[in-house]
């Protein structure tokens, strides 16, 4: 049996998970309005040949011009979505379409960025993947091992021992692989033979990143980016950094730069003709606001994936992944991004595109869970973009729908925001103007004027057992009319709690009920989200064990989809954005609504 206390109790424990800095809320409200033929005749054989390498000269010139210079890619998006949860991660590489993580604490795991598959409970350090995905090749505490994908087996190839240690480990191929070898102080880079276990010494360094195609080698060494031309064994400097990696087709080169005491990521070409900065971090208390490490690329596309977290905070590392492209985005291209930037709260991207961004950009409460690029209009050079923001409050009975005019203006690297204005705005919620207090009742602000709606005395008691009762969260789209809202009763004649989902229309001012849920356990509605025309709504339920969404069709009042171990994002058109748990990894998933 659950009493009143117990409810309140994980309302305030939901509340308590994301912190509400008051003054700062303050801030952002001054500061926001301020991301098989026949054969050939012998005789054609000659001109079969001339051909062909004719051929083969224009493709291989179409591919070269295809490759530009680092400094000339543009950031198409850089969003977190992957919450890798607690843990301390080893390192992730991706191969085929498919990105691998390490962690001492839950072993391997891969995903497609839909959902988390465990690969393996070993615990792994840092690891390669062999070409054929078959053999994974790690280390942990200092050895080395590889196992088998397919047969679960492990061996182990090299142990540690008091005064040597290995890290790093990468293929060259099925024969051979390139580890760091730490000995007595001394970082070196060897390359040992899988059979014989013989080991060749290559250099000093670390970290290092192979591309055989070009027979170099990338590695860090006294705090300097490293190419090495195997063949020549000559070696270049890239540039101050740390963590480097190289793409696929050998063109391009990531790595973690420190300026100033704040790390970014950059990326540079091979021949080091040109680098770019591709995350803006910021200074909090002479250090960087987030730590990025271990920036992977793409073994498909022109993208980087990168550690990122909040400093000095183990807890809340992230995947993020960097886009990059040729062409510079369209103006709604980049406010797209930045809205979403700010829904997943990567201020770092949400700032950069941004001329004057404020201090502080994101707070906790309210929180964007959707958003609609309504269109726009050219005048002079600038491009004004019309969006509607929805925000609402975890667990709280409040909901905001503002509609901001953003003007664009073309710099370097494509569209950034020059000013944002708030044009009109809509508020729905039961707390006190005054003492933000819950008074039961729900009271609409449009256009400067308040007024009440309804109150819990006018809600049918065929959808409620007792007064024991308030509402948690609503949601109001101003162009049905419709106000979508849940009721938390407290205790029923069954001896359990409830919850009510009710939809009130405006214009008829009827209530009707969507769905009633009795538990014996401490069930809570914790957020709604309508997508943009207000025929799906999106719910999102929590107990002290679980969270999970269900997703309604407000018209019809049908229940349409149930997703377990999830959570509401935000709705971008017909598409419902949500986090999915799986063990400890949150992903960020997507789900169309027809």
Do not use: C
């Amino acid at each position: 049996m659950m009493d009143e206390h117990k409810i309140e109790e994980n309302l305030l424990k939901l509340r308590e998970q994301l912190f509400v800095n008051h003054e700062l809320k303050r801030e952002l409200k001054k500061s926001f309005v301020r991301k098989k033929r026949k054969k050939w005749r012998s005789y054609s054989v000659i001109i079969g040949i001339a051909v062909a390498t004719l051929l083969i000269t224009i493709f291989q010139f179409r591919f070269e011009t295809t490759i530009v210079n680092a400094s000339s890619l543009k950031i198409a998006s850089a969003v977190s979505f992957l919450d890798i949860g607690r843990g301390e991660v080893g390192e992730f590489a991706h191969k085929d379409g498919m990105l691998y993580i390490t962690s001492k604490q839950h072993g391997m795991v891969s995903t497609n960025e839909e959902k988390v598959t465990e690969i393996s409970s070993e615990k792994m350090d840092e690891f390669d993947i062999s070409e054929d995905g078959q053999t994974v090749l790690y280390t942990n505490d200092g050895s080395i091992y590889v196992y088998n994908t397919e047969s679960n087996e492990r061996k182990v190839l090299i142990k540690n021992t008091e005064s040597i240690r290995y890290a790093h480990p990468l293929w060259v191929d099925k024969k051979e692989f390139i580890v760091t070898k730490l000995e007595q102080g001394e970082k070196k880079l060897v390359r040992i033979d899988l059979d014989s276990k013989g080991e060749t010494f290559i250099t000093t360094g670390e970290h290092a990143s192979y591309h055989k195609d070009k027979n170099i080698l990338i590695f860090e060494r006294d705090d300097k980016v490293i190419l090495r031309d195997l063949k020549k064994k000559t070696d270049m400097v890239i540039d101050t950094g740390k963590q480097p990696a190289v793409s696929k087709d050998g063109s391009y080169i990531t790595y973690i730069k420190d300026t100033n005491k704040i790390a970014d990521v950059w990326i540079a070409d091979t021949d080091s003709e040109t680098k770019k900065q591709v995350t803006f971090n910021s200074m909090l208390s002479s250090v960087g606001v987030y730590e990025y490490s271990s920036p992977t690329w793409s073994s498909t596309n022109l993208e980087l994936y990168v550690i990122k977290n909040i400093s000095g905070d183990d807890d809340s590392e992230r995947i993020m992944k960097i886009s990059l492209q040729e062409e510079p985005p369209t103006a709604r291209e980049t406010l797209e991004s930045y809205l979403q930037a700010l829904i997943v709260r990567d201020d770092d991207y949400a700032k950069s595109l941004m001329v004057n961004p404020p201090d502080y950009l994101t707070y906790s409460n309210p929180y964007v869970v959707g958003f609609t690029i309504l269109g726009s209009k050219t005048e002079g050079n600038s491009i004004y973009m019309e969006a509607e923001i929805n925000r609402t409050d975890t667990a709280t009975a409040y909901y905001r729908t503002s509609r901001y005019e953003f003007e664009m203006t073309k710099g370097r690297e494509g569209y950034v925001i020059n000013n944002v204005k708030e044009i009109t705005n809509t508020e729905i919620t039961t707390l006190s103007p005054e003492t933000g207090k819950d008074t039961g009742i729900v009271t609409l602000v449009e256009g400067g004027t308040r007024g009440d709606l309804f109150s819990l005395e006018d809600i049918p008691n065929e959808y409620m057992e007792n007064k024991k009762i308030r509402i948690s969260s609503l949601v109001y789209h101003p162009g049905t009319q419709l106000i979508v809202f849940g009721l938390q009763e407290m205790e029923n004649s069954n001896g359990k709690n409830s919850v009510a989902l009710l939809r009130y229309d405006r214009n008829t001012q009827r209530f009707t009920l969507l769905n009633k849920i009795d538990m014996n356990k401490d069930l809570t509605i914790a957020g709604l989200a309508l997508d943009a025309s207000g025929e799906s709504l999106a719910v999102n339920f929590s107990t002290s064990t679980k969270d999970y969404v269900e997703v309604y069709n407000v018209k019809t009042n049908r229940l349409v989809q149930s997703i377990d171990d999830a959570r509401i994002v935000n709705w971008k058109g017909k598409t419902l954005m949500y986090e999915k748990q799986f063990n400890n990894h949150i992903i960020m998933n997507t789900l169309e609504i027809e």
